[in-house]
T-cell receptor, first 115, second 113 residues
Framework: DVKVTQSSRYLVKRTGEKVFLECVQD?????MFWYRQDPGLGLRLIYF???????EKGDIPEGYSVSREKKERFSLILESASTNQTSMYLC??????????????FGQGTRLTVV | QQQVKQSPQSLIVQKGGISIINCAYE??????FPWYQQFPGKGPALLIA?????SEKKEGRFTISFNKSAKQFSLHIMDSQPGDSATYFC????????????FGTGTRLQVTL
């Protein structure tokens, strides 16, 4: 019954490394999101995509980029990881179709540590 | 710019008590207000949601109260149980746009025995 899958649960990377976080959804949703979760700050939107090859910046896009080459897959890229990017990263998807539930489905999260 | 403000940041309630979490929003274009529940090590999952055409929605022990004029909504957990201990996020969305969810900062609920 898995709907949104993130490729890694835990990652440890070195400062300056290029990091890829992968997310796949099997619900044919149009919209996919990357959030960052930090204590006391809630879920902050990094980037979202409403269609293949389309992307929009969220609230905290600096230091990140994204890629959506296929509808089911949305990748978050840290071009040069820094220690302040140590966090929990959550991927989510939601449909635009009004006949379906307006429920966002989340992956299990990737806890990234940059050392 | 925090479009959805949530309080309190943390809450401790005794078993059997009522847990209340409050949220306020600014954007009047929001038309769907879900609450998400997150257990440690898991992603958030939809708990209950409301649209602004009703003032209250109840599902089991969970109730959303909605005050459109005040632009506020709250989650009430009746007969709180230790299994309800989790982080709760309110959220808001304008379903007419690209379905971008805006979340509150979260409330960490602990229900004690």
């Amino acid at each position: 019954d898995v709907k949104v899958t993130q490729s890694s649960r835990y990652l440890v990377k070195r400062t300056g490394e290029k990091v890829f976080l992968e997310c796949v959804q099997d619900m044919d949703h149009e919209n996919m999101f990357w959030y960052r979760q930090d204590p006391g700050l809630g879920l902050r939107l990094i980037y979202f995509s409403y269609d293949v090859k389309m992307k929009e910046k969220g609230d905290i896009p600096e230091g990140y980029s994204v890629s959506r080459e296929k509808k089911e897959r949305f990748s978050l890229i840290l071009e040069s990881a820094s220690t302040n990017q140590t966090s929990m990263y959550l991927c989510a998807s939601i449909t635009d179709r009004p006949s379906l539930s307006t429920e966002a489905f989340f992956g299990q999260g990737t806890r990234l540590t940059v050392v | 710019q925090q479009q959805v403000k949530q309080s309190p940041q943390s809450l401790i309630v005794q078993k059997g008590g009522i847990s209340i979490i409050n949220c306020a929003y600014e954007n009047t274009a929001f038309d769907y207000f879900p609450w998400y529940q997150q257990f440690p090590g898991k992603g958030p999952a939809l708990l209950i949601a409301i649209r602004p055409d009703v003032s209250e929605k109840k599902e089991g022990r969970f109730t959303i109260s909605f005050n459109k004029s005040a632009k506020q909504f709250s989650l009430h957990i009746m007969d709180s149980q230790p299994g309800d201990s989790a982080t709760y996020f309110c959220a808001a969305i304008n379903t007419g746009t690209a379905s971008k969810l805006t979340f509150g900062t979260g409330t960490r609920l602990q229900v004690t025995l």
